[in-house]
């Protein structure tokens, strides 16, 4: 079984930083990719950004120059930098890992950016 912890959400004014981090533990092996996706209320569940094991990325139009992914492969953590965060960035946004054989999900962390 593979546990993820996400933490780094909160309440910001727009304009400001966050910065997300989701630790993956448990029965680890041959991880694909790590990213981030977000819910906002009433919408489907989108990508953010995402990163392969070779260090690809995938980074949604939305947030591009505004949000970076990065990723400790030693501590199998990922990281999203967000940066002049909007009130459309709120949403729920939730750490997925995906392995050659399985796809895991976070709990999700809550951001929510005032105006």
């Known amino acids: 079984q593979v546990q993820l912890v996400e933490s780094g959400g909160g309440l910001v004014q727009a304009g400001r930083s966050l910065r997300l981090s989701c630790a993956a533990s448990?029965?680890?092996?041959?991880?694909?990719?790590m990213g981030w996706y977000r819910q906002a209320p009433g919408k489907q569940r989108e990508l953010v950004a995402e990163?392969?094991?070779?260090?690809?990325?995938n980074v949604a139009d939305s947030v591009k120059g505004r949000f970076t992914i990065s990723r400790d492969n030693a501590k199998n953590t990922v990281y999203l930098q967000m940066n002049s965060l909007k009130p459309e960035d709120t949403a729920v946004y939730y750490c997925?890992?995906?392995?050659?054989?399985?796809?895991?999900w976070g709990q999700g962390t809550r951001v929510t950016v005032s105006s």
């Open positions: 990163v392969t094991s070779g260090g690809s990325t």
């Open positions: 997925k890992l995906a392995s050659s054989w399985a796809v895991y």
């Open positions: 448990g029965n680890i092996f041959s991880i694909n990719a």
